[in-house]
């Protein structure tokens, strides 16, 4: 809850999951250019991305390749039965079209 009342935290995450960016790393460690090229981004923005999330606690670092830590696997993935993915985009809409649980 904290990334998404968050302002800057909330960005970051918005931006990886309207990428696809965590299920990309479900798939299997990346580096990366990894990421620049199944994402179609440059790599200065991938590794603010990536460095955001990992401040966060969503992505790890071992040996150059970015994964998926045990938080962004329970809550960032759409096959998991806790995913979160619908309220990552909830302040994202206009207010009007918000629909509240």
Do not use: W
Not at 28 to 54: E, F, M, W, Y
Not at 65 to 93: A, I, M, Q
Request: hydrophobic share 40%.
């Amino acid at each position: 809850m904290d990334v998404i009342l968050g302002t800057f935290g909330y960005n970051a995450v918005l931006a990886a999951h309207r990428l696809k960016l965590f299920p990309l790393l479900a798939s299997g460690p990346c580096t990366v250019s990894d990421v620049c090229t199944a994402l179609n981004i440059k790599h200065r923005p991938a590794q603010a991305i990536l460095a955001a999330a990992s401040a966060l606690g969503f992505v790890q670092s071992t040996d150059g390749s970015r994964s998926l830590t045990p938080l962004s696997e329970k809550y960032l993935l759409d096959t998991s039965p806790t995913y979160y993915g619908p309220f990552v985009g909830h302040r994202d809409r206009p207010r009007q079209q918000r629909v509240l649980l």
